[in-house]
């Protein structure tokens, strides 16, 4: 089993105690510019998935969008638990019940995104251990019973000089 965890890219505005102002929050274009990028070179990387899963917020739901299209035979869909409110427990025990032989990739938030890997790793979830930043992608491979191992960790910052690396060739 293969799991892809990709936070939401730079979005409009900043958090608000209003949640319907919060959910609608979408990308900026630098934001899409950049995740247009990553996933490019993340293509390179990762040739399929099975399903992409996303957050139902609006950022969230973009960047599904963007990953999908370098996916384009890949399911997609809106999943509850990886809302930003959810409890991400909830999400542990929805992929506990994922086919053992599938790539799955989920497109959320964070902190909640790193409270699902810190669980998956046998790390405490409620200590800071790491942040992804937006637009990052974080690869776990393994199983719910022999356990997961962090695969690839990619920061926005890292795929620019991947890309800009290329652009010198």
Do not use: N
Request: hydrophobic share 45%; charged share 25%; proline share 4%.
């Amino acid at each position: 089993m293969k799991l892809i965890f990709i936070r939401h890219g730079l979005a409009q505005g900043h958090f608000s105690f209003d949640q319907d102002k919060d959910f609608e929050r979408e990308l900026t274009e630098e934001g899409v510019k950049r995740l247009l990028k990553t996933f490019k070179v993340f293509k390179k990387i990762q040739p399929s998935i099975d399903v992409i899963f996303s957050s139902p917020l609006a950022r969230a739901v973009q960047t599904a969008e963007i990953f999908w299209s370098h996916y384009a035979e890949s399911d997609l869909e809106l999943m509850a638990d990886l809302d930003i409110l959810d409890d991400p427990r909830h999400l542990v025990e929805y992929i506990s019940f994922l086919p053992t032989d599938g790539t799955y990739a989920f497109v959320g938030h964070d902190p909640h995104i790193t409270q699902v890997i810190a669980a998956l790793l046998a790390l405490h979830p409620e200590h800071d251990f790491m942040t992804i930043k937006k637009g990052g992608i974080c690869v776990l491979e393994g199983g719910m019973w022999k356990g997961f191992k962090m695969e690839t960790l990619l920061s926005p910052k890292m795929i620019k000089l991947m890309t800009e690396g290329e652009a010198s060739l």
